[in-house]
């Protein structure tokens, strides 16, 4: 039965992955404003951490799309999880500026190599992946009017920067 529960449960993140995919290219339009930090701990619940742990450094408000936001969020927090291991730390952050925010890891981070082609739809580095998570990531962005740049953490990780957005007053 166990082996049943997970073959449900990777069956219906596949199916959320698609119908996600099948709004590639729609702009997003339920705007609203919406208070980063609050969004990105309910994600945290709504997630499989394993043991991660999750630093929020951030009283950043914009406006989005709250669904389409929410999955952004936690298909980066399921990366980080899955690629950087049970007990990785996820920091979501205002940038410096605040003119947009930051999801960033401690796990191995992303071979530079790699860079060019992890949001791309189908890529995946993990045996079973559907690569599908990093570019509903890029998508959402888009969807936006978003800038998405991947670098490398502080501490070692990658780090997922969102800028262009207008902030709440």
């Keep these: 039965l166990d082996a049943v529960a997970r073959a449900l449960d990777r ?4 199916i959320e992955d698609l119908l996600t995919l099948a709004r590639e290219g729609e702009t997003a339009d339920a705007f609203e404003p919406i208070d980063l930090a609050a969004l990105v701990e309910a994600c945290w619940r709504n997630t499989r951490t394993a043991d991660a742990a999750l630093v929020v450094d951030t009283d950043l408000r914009l406006y989005a799309d709250r669904g389409r936001l929410q999955q952004l969020i936690e298909n980066l927090v399921a990366n980080a999880v899955e690629h950087g291991g049970a007990d990785v730390t996820v920091t979501v952050g205002t940038i410096d500026d605040g003119a947009g925010f930051y999801v960033a890891d401690d ?14 739809s189908g890529y995946s580095t993990t045996a079973g992946g559907t690569g599908f998570g990093l570019s509903i990531v890029a998508e959402i962005a888009d969807a936006h009017g978003w800038e998405l740049a991947l670098t490398g953490s502080d501490e070692g990780g990658a780090r997922f920067e969102f800028t262009g957005m207008g902030r709440d007053t």
């Design 11 to 14: 069956m219906d993140a596949l």
């Design 107 to 120: 796990g191995a981070g992303i071979p530079a190599e790699h860079h060019e082609h992890v949001l791309e």
